[in-house]
């Protein structure tokens, strides 16, 4: 792996159960989306409806994991929800999935039909690697509020991505920054599922290869690269 991932003690000490494969990805060519990744959409809400048979997303019993561990840290998941328990409320509503780009979408589609979170980031934008850590409450977040850039800062002992800049995405993968998303120039991105128990491990290693297959067909001659569960510990 060329990129470098790591999974703090205190989040392993939190959530045993938590499992993450990493997609690496360079080449890749996006853009606006189009109506192939708007129909992937489409297909993985459809995916989502007979997967829930009628259940609200968060009685999913790998979305009810999610919402415990956000509790364990300090989060209220009623209210920042994980990023595929958010998604699939979206995509079961009239309003339909949001159209972001080409990869935004694979990825979102991907996360939606098989309701793992599953973010995106630029590996250009990057700064040093990537650290799933339990945060001070001094790393700055910068995101965009009122159309302007605005700098805050997680809750102590909340779970962050982050790199040597600062964090990435907060609680765990509520909210990504602009500053590493994945946008219309990007070429290389690293592309995260996230799980915890009781999601089978070849659950999430299925949807792995599936979004891989899914770069390769957008991105012909895209260097891809799967790395299995929780390639690197530190």
Not at 52 to 63: F, N, Q, T, V
Not at 83 to 94: F, G, I, P, Q, T
Not at 169 to 176: A, D, E, G, I, M
């Amino acid at each position: 792996m060329t990129f470098s991932l790591a999974v703090s003690d205190e989040v392993r000490a939190l959530a045993p159960g938590f499992t993450h494969v990493a997609v690496e990805a360079h080449g890749l060519v996006n853009g606006p989306s189009t109506e192939a990744s708007s129909a992937l959409l489409d297909e993985a809400a459809h995916r989502l409806a007979a997967r829930l048979d009628g259940r609200a997303p968060h009685e999913d019993p790998h979305m009810a994991a999610w919402r415990e561990v956000y509790t364990a840290f300090g989060s209220k998941p009623s209210r920042t929800r994980n990023s595929a328990e958010a998604l699939a409320r979206r995509a079961l509503a009239d309003g339909g999935l949001p159209r972001i780009n080409l990869l935004v979408d694979l990825y979102n589609a991907i996360s939606v039909a098989r309701l793992i979170p599953v973010g995106g980031e630029d590996i250009d934008r990057i700064e040093g690697g990537m650290r799933l850590v339990r945060a001070t409450g001094d790393e700055d977040f910068v995101t965009v509020a009122g159309g302007e850039e605005a700098v805050e800062h997680p809750d102590a002992g909340e779970v962050v991505w982050r790199d040597e800049r600062g964090v990435t995405c907060r609680r765990w993968n509520w909210r990504q920054g602009p500053r590493t998303r994945l946008t219309e120039e990007t070429v290389s991105g690293i592309f995260l599922l996230e799980s915890l128990a009781p999601m089978p491990v070849p659950d999430v290693e299925a949807a792995a290869a599936e979004l891989a297959e899914l770069l390769e067909k957008f991105s012909p001659g895209a260097r891809i690269e799967v790395h299995g569960a929780d390639p690197v510990r530190g």
